[in-house]
């Protein structure tokens, strides 16, 4: 069964500045990982995600994989108030249909 | 963009009654899923429908039922709620479970 830990479990940071969230999960063959920001209220829209180790960039966002240390993260440049959320990791393991996700993290952005 | 729709959007209820929710998406995705939320944010997969079919089935209480008519409604019940019963339920949908999940707004189930 594949587990999936994130942290910090909080985050605050001034507006302008680099937030970094981690996420560890167990299974170096699991397919792909996601990163997900869910607002209160709503549903969780997906942000990124990667596969290859590496990086990959879009906007503002940065994500960071090694499968090695089965360590993702997820950067978010020049952070604003509305990239206030809670960000959840998901792993997809060897089997389909299976997303696994972590506990999230909740990031506040001061103006 | 509203995709994946779900109703009700809150239902309070009594402890031993039966509820229902559903679950409509207009993505003409093939898979389904039904996640539950507790009140960490942890979300933990219920089941999944490919094509009208029973995919996962996690280790779920027997009085929770997953009803699919095609492939874009998958409906929840449950039997006679229990107070663990109590959170966020949420549907969501993909292409060949392979692809992005998209979410509704959720079920919030109070149980009283």
């Known amino acids: 069964q594949e587990k999936v830990q994130q942290s910090p479990e909080s985050l605050i940071v001034p507006e302008g500045a680099m937030s970094s969230l981690n996420c560890t999960f167990s299974?170096?063959?699991?397919?792909s990982i996601w990163w997900y920001q869910q607002h209160p209220g709503k549903g969780p829209e997906a942000l990124i995600?990667?596969?290859?180790?590496g990086n990959k960039k879009e906007g503002r966002l940065t994500v960071y994989l090694n499968r090695a240390s089965l360590h993702v993260s997820l950067h978010i440049r020049d952070s604003q108030p509305s990239d206030s959320a809670v960000y959840l990791c998901?792993?997809?393991?060897?089997?389909?249909?299976?997303?696994?996700f972590g506990a999230g993290t909740r990031l506040k952005v001061i103006a | 963009e509203t995709a994946v729709f779900q109703t009700p959007n809150y239902h309070v209820t009594q402890v031993g009654n039966e509820v229902s929710f559903n679950c409509k998406q207009t993505?003409?995705?093939?898979?389904m899923y039904w996640y539950k939320q507790d009140s960490k944010k942890l979300l933990k997969i219920m089941f999944s429908?490919?094509?009208?079919?029973?995919?996962v089935n996690e280790t779920v209480p027997r009085r929770f039922s997953p009803q699919s008519s095609d492939k874009a409604h998958l409906n929840l019940r449950i039997k006679s709620v229990e107070p663990e019963d109590s959170a966020v339920y949420l549907c969501?949908?993909?292409?060949?479970?392979?692809?992005?999940?998209?979410f509704g707004s959720g079920t919030r189930l109070t149980v009283l």
């Open positions: 993505l003409g995705h093939d898979t």
């Open positions: 299974n170096s063959a699991s397919q």
């Open positions: 995600s990667i596969f290859s180790n």
């Open positions: 998901a792993v997809k393991g060897t089997g389909n249909y299976k997303y696994v």
């Open positions: 969501a949908s993909s292409y060949a479970g392979v692809e992005t999940l998209y």
């Open positions: 429908y490919n094509n009208k079919q029973l995919i």
